[in-house]
């Protein structure tokens, strides 16, 4: 058997996030229609749900967001812009844009053979 990388090891399938429709979306009193959750083992097993979606969601998307930071700054690129310009466009320091163009380069390298724990990536 194949051995997993860490990074999908720690991935948990999380509850599908379902958008709301725009209308009780707008209701800053409705939230995934937490608030008619009477039983409140119920209402902590939904809310742990969603927590754990966007915390995924929002883990994929940081991913997605470094490889697109080194894909734009890839030397190679002839349009390839500067940390200070994805910076900007992205609204982050340049010191973080720094940070996920490596992590975004990363990313893109794939795992390691033989991954040191020392080494490891980790998020920005």
Known sequence: MAESSGRSERRVRPSPLLFEPT???????????????????????????????????????????????????????????????IARRAEWSEDYAKRMIDFGRNLLRGPDPDPDPQTTRRRP
């Open 23 to 85: 209308e009780v979306a707008s209701d800053p009193e409705h939230f995934f229609d937490l608030e008619s959750i009477e039983d409140p083992r119920d209402l902590l097993s939904r809310a742990t749900e969603l927590t754990l979606a966007f915390q995924a969601a929002t883990d994929r998307a940081l991913e997605f967001q470094a490889v697109a930071a080194a894909q734009l700054a890839d030397p190679r690129r002839f349009d390839r812009l500067t940390a200070a310009e």
